[in-house]
């Protein structure tokens, strides 16, 4: 028992979190596209955190997972509905990834943690927090593999942007496997720094 | 109880024999799994309700957003369609012949050619394509809008040399050689061209259809550098905008095979992007010419920035001329401070365009514009 909750509850965590990435992962090859999905990411989290805590007092319990899916999905929805009227030609760069978001399990997994638990306005700024943590996330994946996947920065539906390098410098960055390993490499150092920031506060002065 | 619930799925032993456990919250049938429950009509209707209350909200969005959604599509397209054709003022959607939108280009109120939009089913997904046809009917360019192949091995249909293949078609062989690694999606895109031709359009049907007067290819190509040559007084400034600002370009982006990215010259460096972007749209393949045109661009759609209208016949002299006519324009023309430093200073209108187009972060972003 004890075994079974300690894997459901922190080791599951990191990854999800990491999982929940990945349809991001296939849309930041360039910082346009990553400023896209970020915003679109930001508020369908806020969104879906302030409704489930909203609602919290109404939710059965049995009904968390349906309930918060639906809610999820709901705020991307509207979310891509706004998008595609307001601001068509990133909708278009985002293409399918957009709803997809939806899926996005880290939207469930914040909801189920704080959202259910808090007031609206503190959920409104948990996802704030969670969304602006992941927009960094991928805003540098989309740097990175800009810069170095394509040679340039700042490519967009409306111009070329800037020419860094003569030639790509890492093309593979821009593939998947690229944007795969990128992340790979920054949930090691978040685990990394997450396993120091525990072993200093289990123990504070032998670190 | 309900929050030690949020961390773990079942309920155990503990929990029911806590006092807190409300039996009927679960209503286990009896001698069956507490776990598995039963549904019970409460939470039926609960979720019923929730979902309509979604679905309601997300269909009255729907129907606030749907037209601004359908004008901006339709604005990307035109503005698509209108950058095939680097002269052309105007571009309108004509009709949708057997589900694929025609559109129609104006040069002075002139038609000047048209271009069809077909979506073909890639290796992972549609890709959507533009063929466009010039007055001869024939294919004078092809540009993929927007598909989600693999990336460098699919993608690879973005290219500038697969598409060369297809200009003068059909009065060449349609047979086009495919690209390695790339097979099902470069022969998507063969059959969109294939099913563009079979649609049977004529470019003289459509003007008598309008009742418009028509212009060729290489008349636009002499009406354009006619009025290049008086170029120093703007008398228009549609007219000779394409012509500065296209013109250098022309020759450095259809000359070959500048897919390599082996061009030098002017135009920062445009030519070994093209094509290794995946699923983004409207920027891949076909190079902006040069920087130079960025102010201009940004201020209006109708402005052709881009690669020329490679036409099968007039192609020889659309090459040659440039180089002797345009050098004398851009040294006349009052903006001509900003063609020289390619690299740096026209560059900035181009690096801002990303963050203010994408309005809900373009202030918490700064660092990078």
């Known amino acids: 028992m004890l075994l079974k909750t300690k894997l459901k509850s922190s080791e599951s965590l990191a990854l999800f979190q990491t999982l929940a990435l990945c349809p991001a992962l296939a849309v930041t090859t360039t910082i346009y596209r990553s400023l896209a999905i970020s915003a679109a990411l930001l508020v369908s989290i806020v969104l879906a955190?302030?409704?489930?805590?909203?609602?919290?007092?109404?939710?059965?319990?049995?009904?968390?997972?349906?309930?918060?899916?639906?809610?999820?999905?709901?705020?991307?929805?509207?979310?891509?509905?706004?998008?595609?009227?307001?601001?068509?030609?990133?909708?278009?760069?985002?293409?399918?990834?957009?709803?997809?978001?939806?899926?996005?399990?880290?939207?469930?997994?914040r909801l189920e943690i704080f959202s259910a638990l808090n007031t609206p306005g503190l959920a409104a700024l948990d996802g704030l927090i969670t969304g602006a943590k992941f927009s960094a996330v991928m805003l540098s994946c989309g740097l990175i593999r800009e810069l170095f996947g394509k040679g340039r920065l700042f490519t967009s539906p409306m111009g070329e942007g800037l020419k860094i390098f003569p030639a790509a410098p890492v093309s593979f960055l821009a593939q998947p496997a690229g944007a795969l390993l990128l992340i790979a490499a920054a949930a090691a150092a978040m685990q990394y720094i997450q396993a120091r920031r525990e072993a200093k506060a289990e123990n504070p002065e032998t670190v | 109880m309900k929050e030690k619930d949020f961390r773990e799925n079942r309920l155990t032993e503990e929990d029911i024999n806590s006092p807190e456990f409300d039996p009927e919250e679960f209503a286990p049938a009896p001698g069956q799994n507490i776990a598995a429950g039963v549904p019970n009509m409460k939470n039926s209707l609960f979720l019923v309700i929730l979902c309509a209350a979604c679905a309601l909200i997300l269909a009255v969005t729907n129907v606030f957003t749907v037209f601004a959604a359908e004008k901006g599509i339709k604005d990307l397209r035109r503005e698509a369609v209108l950058n095939l054709f680097p002269d052309c003022d105007r571009a309108e959607l004509y009709d949708t012949v057997e589900g694929c939108p025609v559109y129609v280009v104006y040069y002075k109120g002139k038609l000047a050619g048209y271009a069809v939009y077909v979506t073909e089913d890639g290796y992972i997904g549609p890709i959507e394509m533009l063929v466009a046809m010039d007055s001869d009917n024939k294919v004078s360019q092809v540009k993929i809008v927007s598909h989600s192949e693999s990336e460098g091995l699919g993608s690879k249909i973005c290219k500038n040399k697969f598409f060369e293949q297809f200009v003068g078609m059909p009065d060449e062989e349609i047979d086009a050689d495919l690209i390695s690694g790339a097979t099902v999606s470069s022969r998507a895109v063969e059959n969109g061209v294939k099913r563009v031709l079979d649609l049977g359009l004529d470019f003289l049907a459509i003007a008598e259809d309008l009742d418009v007067e028509t212009i060729s290819a290489a008349e636009i190509e002499d009406d354009v550098q006619k009025e290049n040559k008086p170029g120093s007084d703007?008398?228009?400034?549609?007219?000779?905008?394409?012509?500065?600002?296209?013109?250098?370009?022309?020759?450095?982006?259809?000359?070959?095979?500048?897919?390599?990215?082996?061009?030098?010259?002017?135009?920062?460096?445009?030519?070994?992007?093209?094509?290794?972007?995946?699923?983004?749209?409207?920027?891949?393949?076909?190079?902006?010419?040069?920087?130079?045109?960025?102010?201009?661009?940004?201020?209006?759609?109708?402005?052709?920035?881009?690669?020329?209208?490679?036409?099968?016949?007039?192609?020889?002299?659309?090459?040659a001329a440039p180089p002797s006519t345009t050098a004398p324009e851009e040294s006349s023309k009052p903006d001509d401070s900003t063609v020289p430093p390619d690299t740096s200073a026209p560059e900035e209108p181009d690096s801002s365009t990303p963050d203010s187009d994408s309005g809900e972060n373009s202030g918490g972003w700064p660092g990078w514009g």
């Open chain 1, 49 to 109: 955190g302030v409704l489930v805590s909203v609602l919290r007092k109404m939710i059965p319990t049995k009904l968390r997972g349906p309930v918060y899916l639906l809610l999820s999905s709901f705020s991307v929805t509207m979310v891509h509905l706004i998008m595609r009227a307001v601001f068509p030609s990133a909708a278009t760069a985002l293409g399918v990834y957009l709803p997809v978001l939806a899926v996005s399990c880290v939207i469930i997994l």
């Open chain 2, 234 to 319: 703007t008398t228009s400034d549609d007219t000779t905008r394409p012509a500065v600002t296209t013109r250098p370009g022309d020759d450095t982006v259809f000359g070959g095979d500048n897919v390599g990215g082996s061009n030098s010259n002017a135009g920062g460096g445009d030519a070994s992007a093209n094509g290794v972007d995946g699923t983004t749209v409207y920027e891949t393949e076909t190079e902006k010419p040069d920087e130079t045109s960025a102010e201009d661009r940004t201020d209006e759609i109708t402005d052709p920035p881009e690669t020329p209208a490679v036409t099968a016949e007039p192609q020889p002299p659309v090459t």
